[in-house]
């Protein structure tokens, strides 16, 4: 496999876990603010507030996850080494 295509695989893996981090971690955030703003208007109801606010976030982090998924699919089970090297 010659160096640029290996240099490419791994700005694509990069690019990967880092667009899918920073939107997992906006959307984490956007989440947190409101369920802050919820509690603050209503204490009364923290406890569902919470509830649906950690759900929320797993879901917002199984994308990071699926960044991290492919960017190791790109550096070690890459299906096109074959045909690049």
């Known amino acids: 496999m010659n160096t640029l295509s290996v240099a490419l ?10 667009i899918a981090g920073c939107g997992a971690g906006i959307g984490m955030g956007h989440g947190l603010r409101g369920a802050c703003d ?11 507030i919470t509830t649906t606010m950690i759900i929320g976030m797993a879901l917002c982090e199984s994308i990071a996850i699926y960044g991290l998924v492919i ?10 080494k074959a045909m690049l090297g």
């Open 9 to 18: 695989i791994c700005i694509g893996a990069a690019l990967s876990i880092g």
């Open 38 to 48: 919820g509690v603050a208007r209503n204490p009364e109801a923290k406890g569902p």
């Open 71 to 80: 960017a190791f699919i790109l550096l070690y089970a890459n299906p096109y």
